[in-house]
């Protein structure tokens, strides 16, 4: 079965578009750039010369292999032109109605066995090819902007869609050195699914005033090792894009709790507070760079009070030990003196519920978040509540910098901000799967690709221990009373069987 494609048309000449061209053609495909917009093609076409001659200057392209990636880079004057094609990429505006009337058109211009593929981030598959009398043959290619640097491209199959046309798209996929990943014809596909765990949990954080947009991106940059914090992700991003997205799949989801949006990215797009490009959005930018507030230095104690750490506490004896490499004053009775420092180390529980369950003074308890090692992370946090003195506060800050690593002190809630975000990211993934939207394999491939996650979310599962990320999930759900934190049933088989995550089932 023939899986090159020799005559690709590209009709949307825009970022995208010139993204997907440059690949074909350095595939060693010929390429026709189609545009309704005046001289937005040969636009096009000059501004991928440049680029291949900015290569050539780096080194990393001969002026040979440029010269002959733009003798097969051609201008359609009409869509005519696109007859000779074998694949048609469509990369246009995000509307139905616009989508269906191009392929209505092209399917009376090119050959029945011409691949036609549309490059919709949001929009079903089977809905663009249910105006076509040969659906067949239609099918998505999702790419991802810089299409050069982003080797991730999604292959989606409608419900009519020829199996031997997604078989197609990934070889040539394969062919320009990029990664594909099958998805079934389900709002967000992979990644753009997988990835509102993220934003919408850190938003929820913010919202109940758990901790601000700076020491949120800090805890889950430092601690779990994202690249960019939520929030400097959205800023990056824009909430004039990202803000539609977090609607278009919690609605395309019949109101799924999981993928709930947020008042507070509704209310900044409404004031355009959307991001970098505009200066203002969770952070102010001064010449492009954020304007990121000072992170408080350890308050200085003149005496430590003894620790008392509780018997329920996770990874207590690697606590322990952390306070014995700090020099802490360790107590090892049944229950505190009057004096101690009340330590707790829940997994999705509250340290106010803990405090009250176990009948500890609450004006001297606090949380800390043990969901990793302690040598796994670069930052550590605490949790207080309602009634911690602000003396036993800043003796837990001050104790647990001692060693210069960074500490935050938020507030009490169900679970840490890592707990939250990353069972949620989890939980999430675990439901595609039980949905089958694609194969383990391929949902952390498409993350790590698409998103820069530093690992994909069942590895990141995995990492944490399935049982204890149910554990997380069950104790959410018992803080808040909300089905958002219902575990997926695919997640709760694989925690009673003991099994890995990323393990493929037969």
């Known amino acids: 079965m023939q899986s090159f494609f020799h005559c690709v048309g590209l009709v949307g000449t825009g970022a995208m578009g010139r993204g997907i061209a440059q690949m074909a053609a350095q595939a060693g495909a010929k390429v026709h750039l189609m545009d309704a917009q005046p001289g937005a093609a040969s636009g096009a076409r000059d501004a991928l010369a440049k680029t291949w001659d900015s290569l050539v200057g780096k080194g990393k392209m001969t002026q040979e292999a440029r010269d002959a990636c733009l003798a097969r880079l051609h201008v359609a004057e009409a869509m005519a032109d696109l ?24 399917e009376d211009i090119v050959p029945p066995e011409t691949v036609l593929v549309s490059n919709t981030s949001s929009l079903s598959i089977t809905a663009i090819g249910a105006a076509l009398r040969r659906p067949q043959r239609f099918a998505g290619y999702h790419f991802f902007n810089p299409v050069p640097l982003m080797k991730v491209v999604e292959v989606i199959a409608g419900l009519k869609t020829e199996p031997s046309v997604c078989e197609r798209l990934i070889g040539f996929t394969k062919a320009y050195g990029h990664t594909p990943v099958m998805a079934q014809d389900t709002p967000g596909f992979i990644v753009n699914h997988a990835g509102r765990g993220y934003g919408t949990e850190a938003l929820r954080v913010v919202g109940e005033r758990v901790a601000d947009f700076a020491t949120i991106d800090r805890i889950l ?39 709930r949006p947020s008042v507070i990215t509704a209310q900044r797009l409404a004031g ?101 090692e302690d040598s796994a992370t670069k930052r550590r946090v605490l949790a207080t509540n309602p009634a911690t003195r602000p003396d036993m506060r800043d003796a837990a800050h001050a104790l647990f910098a001692r060693d210069g690593k960074a500490v935050s002190v938020v507030r009490d809630s169900g679970g840490f901000v890592s707990q939250r975000v990353v069972a949620t990211i989890v939980n999430i993934a675990a439901d595609m799967c039980q949905q089958g939207i694609c194969s383990p394999a391929d949902l952390d491939v498409a993350v790590t690709l698409g998103l820069g996650y ?40 694989r925690g009673a069987l003991g099994l890995s995550l990323t393990h493929e089932e037969v």
């Open 221 to 259: 940059r430092d601690q779990i090792g994202f690249r960019l914090g939520p929030f400097e992700l959205m800023d990056l991003t824009a909430l004039d894009v990202s803000h539609p997205v977090m609607e278009s799949i919690y609605h395309q989801y019949y109101e799924e709790p999981r993928y």
């Open 83 to 106: 007859g000779g094609c074998d694949l048609v990429i469509e990369a246009i505006v995000e509307r139905l109605e616009v989508k269906q009337g191009l392929f209505k058109q092209l």
């Open 454 to 493: 530093p690992m994909g979310p069942l590895a990141m599962g995995d990492r944490i221990g399935p049982t204890n990320v149910l554990e997380i999930l069950f104790n959410l759900q018992t803080v808040y009373g909300d089905p958002r934190y219902r575990p997926s049933p695919w997640l709760r088989r």
């Open 272 to 372: 355009g507070v959307v991001g970098k490009k505009v200066g203002d959005g969770f952070y102010r930018y001064v010449d492009g760079a954020a304007q990121v507030p000072a992170e408080p230095a350890p308050p200085q104690v003149d005496e430590l009070p003894p620790v008392w750490v509780s018997p329920k506490a996770a990874r207590r004896q690697e606590l322990y030990q952390l306070l014995k490499n700090l020099d802490a004053r360790i107590e090892t009775g049944a229950a505190p003196s009057e004096k101690a420092l009340i330590l707790v180390a829940p997994l999705g529980m509250d340290v106010t519920t803990l405090a009250a369950v176990e009948r500890l003074d609450a004006t001297r308890t606090l949380g800390i978040d043990m969901m990793l």
